[in-house]
């Protein structure tokens, strides 16, 4: 589906919602899709849209939960394989993400990680079971996490756009040419075999082609 506006995306969320199977634990909300799709403006508007009607949305950013630099760098695997496998404790946040969701769990303790400092802080997030859970973020899909969700919505963002946005984007990475080189050996590599091995495109409920706000 394309040109949809966010209105429209809050709409469908909270009309699934309205009709979930279970009312015991939150209703969990996955906005997936690879780098420089628009996933972080997105979820933004639709928690401000919800909150014209008075519903209850926790945010969880993926890319918060990351482990130290000395787990997912300089490991002896290729660098697209630290990025898709180890940039991400994945059955620690299978246990302590989404199982406990899914139990209904008043609190989430989950790790963030400080970029600056390279640490990883627990924290708790409060979670009422009329809550709906917006989790955004890359790979989302892999098959650890997908059946977790009860709704799935991937921005299809054209390749060419994402690109040129990362690499304006992304400084902390260095100069442009350093920017690119990075991509080409990490993160291109990394989104390309996540495409093949799970098909989050044919999977997802709603595929957004473009943001029309």
Known sequence: MSLMPYKEITKRILSQYSSRTSEKRPYIVAIDGLSGAGKTTLIKSIENEMSNYDQNAVIIHIDDHIVKRN???NTGHAEWYEY?????????LA?????????????????????????VTTRVIPVATNTIVLIEGIFLQRKEWKD?????????????????????????????????NKYKKRYWPGEDYYIEAENPIGNAAIVIKNLNN
């Open 84 to 92: 898709y496998y180890l940039q991400w404790d994945v059955e620690m």
């Open 71 to 73: 787990k997912r760098y």
């Open 95 to 119: 246990t302590h993400l989404f199982k406990i969701l899914h139990n209904n769990s008043l609190d989430l303790a989950l790790p963030f990680y400080n970029h600056s400092t390279d640490s």
């Open 148 to 180: 977790f969700y009860d709704y799935i919505i991937f921005l299809d963002c054209p390749r060419e756009i994402r690109y040129s946005r990362v690499l304006d984007r992304d400084t902390y990475l260095g100069d442009y040419e350093e920017r690119l």
